[in-house]
């Protein structure tokens, strides 16, 4: 069934480790080989060897329009025509601060990158320069990219390779790197007892993407604007996977809580790489060349991403956030219902667009809570559900995406998907 994929396999891995290029899509904590896909459209996407699937990992999120939305795709054609780099300010890049800047309570300036990785890594950098200091409280299993100084104790493809430590990291760098549980104010303020004057700021997803998707309890996010605002720290909120996601206005605006920093991605490029990071005008002065902290990049602001960029934020502004959230809602805890009564422990975690399935019997709240679920059974899950056409993230570790693009019968094909598969706790 997947030969074309396993021949593409076999050759990749031969240049190219493991044989992919980012490491969760190695496929190797669900047991499988990974598929290659041909070309994707709407909900959908169709491999090699010419099988469709529903699509519910929409490229890890940035597809919330769908794949090749007709709109997003003319504006990417029409700038490709116009050249694909210029080195160079172009309009597209103005455009798109100003919608960015509209949508976003708490941003007032933003700077174009070309990943999330690099947004939280300049961020960070921007946070320690104003500040003055060098720690930064981060919570266990939350990923916020690659860069040194979040790689301790990070989630999503680390947590599931099971990789132990940082190798690579210069154990000084992660010294300064503080830990805490998600959704626990109490860790937070001890940190900050220990170290308030040393700490330059938290970085938190505002809704956990990366150990699976966790919810923030009632209360954290006000507590840590509290505790940032005390100790003369920022809040820097990563939002590379909600922004545009859980609201036109991100999770800062769905929760009412203002950071000091927003870090973007994902969306905001219409699914071309693309990342940014702002917040208020005083702080993002200080990046150069108006301040001192030092950031560039070749390929920032990059015309084709631009255009994609502005395309999609046009559309998901005219789009039912709400009737679409009610729809996956629905779906989730229908699911729930239909795994329980194959007598396996099921929690269904979801919010707006997004959903994760746990196979344990307790609430998740946390990193700790989150690795209570039976990885065996989500194993069996995932490769019974992609045999039945239903394409799931290759970890449980992460969230399952929906788009505006995914119909009532993409929904039904989850769920009958789903009655038919075999599970044994």
């Known amino acids: 069934m997947d030969h074309r994929s396993k021949k593409l396999f076999e050759r990749a891995q031969q240049l190219i480790p493991g044989g992919v290029n980012s490491p969760v899509r190695a496929c190797l904590g669900v047991d499988s ?36 939305h007709p709109v997003v795709a003319s ?19 103005v455009v798109l601060a100003e919608a960015v800047i509209d949508a976003l309570p708490a941003v007032e300036m933003v700077r174009m990158v070309n990943s999330g990785t690099e947004a939280t890594m300049s961020a960070l950098r921007l946070a320690r320069g104003v500040t003055g200091r060098n720690k930064v409280i981060k919570f266990v299993g939350c990923y916020h990219g690659h860069a040194d100084a979040f790689l301790a104790s990070a989630g999503s493809g680390v947590a599931t390779l099971s990789i132990p430590g940082t190798p ?21 303020a001890e940190l900050f007892a ?7 700021a938290i970085i938190v997803e505002p809704v956990a993407g990366n150990m699976g998707l966790v919810l923030p309890v009632d209360g954290f996010l006000q507590g840590l604007r509290d505790l940032c605002t005390e100790h003369g720290a920022l809040l820097i909120f990563d939002e590379v996977i909600t922004g545009f996601r859980v609201n036109y206005g991100g999770a800062q605006k769905r929760f009412g809580i203002t950071p000091d920093l927003t870090t973007l991605g994902k969306i905001i490029g219409g699914g071309l790489p693309v990342g940014a990071y702002g917040g208020r005008a005083d702080l993002m002065r200080r990046i150069a060349p108006c301040g001192e902290v030092y950031q560039a990049g070749t ?26 959230e009610a729809r996956v809602a629905a ?35 946390d990193f700790a809570s989150a690795k209570t679920a039976n990885a065996a059974l989500y194993t069996s899950y995932y490769k019974q559900m992609r045999d039945k056409g ?18 009532d019968a993409d929904l039904a094909a989850l769920l009958d998907a789903a009655r038919a598969i075999t599970l044994t706790a």
């Open 75 to 93: 504006a990417i054609h029409a700038a490709v025509d116009r050249g694909t780099s210029y080195g160079a300010p172009c309009e597209d890049e």
């Open 390 to 407: 239903i394409y799931l993230a290759p970890s449980p570790f992460e969230a399952a995406m929906v788009s505006f693009a995914h119909t």
């Open 299 to 324: 390929l920032s602001g990059n015309p084709l991403a631009m255009a994609a960029g502005i395309a999609t934020l046009t559309e998901l502004k005219k789009s039912d956030y709400d009737a679409l």
């Open 194 to 200: 220990l170290h308030g004057k040393d700490i330059a």
């Open 33 to 68: 080989d990974p598929l290659f896909v041909a070309h994707a459209k709407g909900s959908h996407l169709t491999t090699v060897d010419g099988t469709t699937f529903v699509d519910y990992v929409q490229s890890w999120g940035p597809m919330l329009l769908g794949h090749a």
């Open 168 to 188: 690579g990291v210069p154990e000084a760098t992660v010294r300064d790197t503080l830990l805490a549980p998600y959704n626990d104010l109490t860790a937070v």
């Open 331 to 365: 779906l989730a805890g229908e699911l729930q219902n239909i795994l329980a009564a194959k007598g396996v422990p099921v929690r269904v975690n979801t919010i707006a667009s997004m959903f994760t399935v746990f196979f344990t019997d307790q609430p998740v709240t």
